[in-house]
């Protein structure tokens, strides 16, 4: 309890400024923000205003992720930032493409909510990083990105990993390893992953009933698709697609 409170007092005498934004400053690899509940940006780094395409922090304050990205990314980033405050859950180490078409680049991002002294969800923070840890002494970066495309572009298939082990042009174990220490993930974690986010994504913007959108997805067990999707998502996908239409709708 000593401890609690000797971090309590600390940060109760620290100014209302943007001190925490300035220490992210001096990671360049990390791009930190914070949200308000509208998914506004209130806060970023210079890493965050190099990903947004601005040239200071007070060209980005009160705007959201759709006007600087792609409108299927946009709506990606913010269906992942309602989800975040309004379960009060996290999302941790997201695997993402680079928002751009046309770019290889991946991104692992995390979201964490923000409360109030009330303990009420005000908003959230926001860290992501480039993953450059797929690039090898043997030159396979392109062909491990190759390995990525054709697993985004067929999440809907049953997984094949020695497929994929030979576009990368490696062993299965080769890629496996390569894989997580990449990504932090094995390859089978992140299709299922892939699977979640296009599910939540046709959950948001489409009428399409839940059974289907689970076999479009790549789920031939309705139950394992609620399961899983209820684990990454903190809810079912059906109080997702009550929630999500009540923010759009709002």
Same mark, same amino acid.
């Given at each position: 309890? +000593?401890?609690?409170?000797?971090?309590? !007092?600390?940060? =109760?005498?620290?100014?209302?400024? #943007? &001190?925490?934004?300035?220490?992210?400053?001096?990671?360049?690899?990390?791009?930190?923000?914070? =949200?308000?509940?509208?998914?506004?940006?209130? +806060?970023? #780094? @210079?890493?965050?205003? !190099?990903?947004?395409?601005?040239? &200071?922090?007070?060209?980005?304050?009160?705007?959201?992720?759709?006007?600087?990205?792609?409108?299927?990314?946009?709506?990606?980033? @913010?269906?992942?930032?309602? +989800?975040?405050?309004?379960?009060?859950?996290?999302?941790?180490?997201?695997?993402?493409?680079?928002?751009?078409?046309?770019?290889? @680049?991946?991104?692992?991002?995390? =979201?964490?909510?923000?409360? #109030?002294?009330?303990?009420? /969800?005000?908003?959230? +923070?926001?860290?992501? %990083? !480039? /993953?450059? @840890?797929?690039?090898?002494?043997?030159?396979?970066?392109? &062909?491990?990105?190759?390995? $990525?495309?054709?697993?985004? =572009?067929?999440?809907?298939?049953?997984? #094949?990993?020695?497929?994929?082990?030979?576009?990368?042009?490696?062993?299965?174990?080769?890629? !496996?390893?390569?894989?997580? %220490?990449?990504?932090?993930?094995?390859? %089978? &974690?992140?299709? $299922?992953? $892939?699977?979640?986010?296009?599910?939540?994504?046709?959950?948001?913007?489409?009428?399409?009933?839940?059974? %289907?959108?689970?076999?479009?997805?790549?789920?031939?067990?309705?139950?394992?698709?609620?399961?899983?999707?209820?684990?990454?998502?903190?809810?079912?996908? $059906?109080?997702?697609?009550?929630?999500?239409?009540?923010?759009?709708?709002?």
């Amino acid at each position: 309890m +000593a401890d609690a409170s000797i971090r309590e !007092e600390f940060f =109760k005498s620290l100014t209302h400024d #943007n &001190q925490i934004i300035k220490v992210f400053d001096l990671l360049p690899e990390i791009a930190f923000y914070l =949200k308000d509940k509208e998914s506004r940006f209130v +806060a970023l #780094n @210079r890493k965050t205003c !190099e990903y947004l395409g601005v040239s &200071q922090e007070e060209d980005a304050l009160g705007k959201t992720d759709h006007d600087f990205f792609p409108e299927e990314s946009a709506d990606a980033f @913010r269906s992942d930032d309602f +989800a975040v405050m309004e379960s009060g859950q996290p999302i941790e180490n997201r695997i993402q493409p680079y928002p751009y078409p046309g770019s290889d @680049r991946m991104v692992v991002s995390s =979201k964490i909510p923000l409360r #109030n002294e009330k303990g009420e /969800v005000i908003g959230l +923070a926001g860290f992501s %990083r !480039e /993953v450059d @840890r797929l690039r090898g002494r043997s030159g396979t970066a392109d &062909q491990f990105a190759e390995a $990525l495309e054709y697993l985004k =572009k067929n999440f809907n298939e049953p997984m #094949n990993t020695p497929e994929l082990a030979k576009i990368a042009g490696m062993s299965v174990s080769q890629f !496996e390893r390569r894989f997580r %220490r990449g990504l932090g993930s094995s390859p %089978r &974690q992140y299709l $299922l992953r $892939l699977r979640v986010d296009s599910a939540a994504r046709l959950l948001t913007f489409t009428a399409r009933p839940i059974a %289907r959108i689970s076999k479009e997805c790549g789920f031939h067990d309705h139950a394992h698709f609620t399961r899983s999707f209820k684990k990454m998502m903190s809810m079912t996908p $059906l109080s997702f697609r009550k929630r999500q239409q009540g923010s759009l709708s709002g």
